[in-house]
């Protein structure tokens, strides 16, 4: 990360220490819930919160689990964040993303939204189960979604990540559907997607905390022994169909965040320019001399408020514009 602080760089060299080197499981158990959520609550105690701001609950069901926050749920949600985290599909948990998340849900209640709400799902990680089980269950997590809020056109997917290639195989899929138009949503948010599982594009750069191999090696752990990596369910940015990626696209469009510095650039510019192509709406913003995933790593390492906030911001503010119909009138 070429504008890192001395404390960033040596925080991002020991992550990408890590990545390189030591075994999924221990990363599995650092993001888990057993030690993420005493974090939490160590790191909002230091900033004078007794308990959690926001309300939020587990949702546990037969095929999926996850983490719903809500402002208030005795009211119906005017608008809700579906999100699928990161980690590779190996590791990872909506418990490590929470603070994250919480901070989401403050600046969309303070952009204006009377009661916005945000499921975030927990998948399977693998080797517990590998492709198609996290799809499935992202489409699960996503009727859910729709279940409660019965308007599409209310609802933002996002994820960061290995999260933002479950939403874009689910979008994908959706569009193979007759009746997909009735479940689009208004907005997807990418924020740095994986978005082609194995690619040689995929390469090491000096500021990212991501490792070619370690990536190469998760992803085909995801994609298990009897799917092709070619195939875009599986790995969305094999998919050359202008035409699919123009039904996939939400009635809103897209919003890109992602690093000039990392892994995934390379090819997370060929979607853009794919999703361009199709004349889908595209909304981006490379962060210059940035790092996989930033808007959620400036918030565990950004030295002011305003720097934890900025990327979390962008998105808000992009969210705000398509989802407040006087807006997008005055924009057109």
Known sequence: MRLATPFQDFIIRCVRYAFANMPAFIGRVFFSKEVALPFLRFRMLRHGYLKCPIPWREISMPYFKGVWINSDASKKPDIVVYYCHG??????????????????????????????????????????AVYPRQVHQTFAGYNYVLSIIEDPSRVCVAGDSAGSTLILSMLL????????????????????????IISQKNQNTRSDYLDQKTLDLYGRYYIGS????????????????SNLWRRSTPSCGWFFLYGSEEVLAPEC????????????????????????????????????????????????????????DEARKRKN
């Not at 009897?226 to 169909?241: A, F, I, L, T």
């Not at 999703?275 to 950004?302: C, F, R, T």
């Not at 911001?313 to 989802?323: A, G, L, N, P, S």
């Open 269 to 324: 510019r060929n979607l853009i320019q794919m999703l361009e192509k199709s004349d889908a709406e595209v909304d981006v913003h490379e962060e210059q001399g940035s790092i996989h995933a930033w808007p959620v790593a400036a918030l565990y390492l950004g030295e002011t408020r305003d720097l934890r906030l900025q990327g979390l911001r962008r998105i808000v503010h992009t969210m705000k514009e398509r989802f407040t």
């Open 87 to 128: 980690g590779g599909f190996a590791m990872g948990s909506s418990y490590f993303y929470m603070e994250f998340l919480l901070a989401w849900v403050a600046l969309l209640h303070e952009a204006g939204f009377k009661n916005p709400a945000l499921f975030a799902l927990d998948y399977t990680l693998v080797p517990d």
């Open 226 to 241: 009897k799917v092709s990596p070619h195939d875009p369910r599986v790995s969305p940015g094999e998919c050359r169909d």
């Open 173 to 196: 899929v959706l569009a193979e559907d007759s009746d997909y138009l009735e479940r689009l949503p208004r907005l997807a948010v990418m924020i740095s997607p994986w978005v082609t």
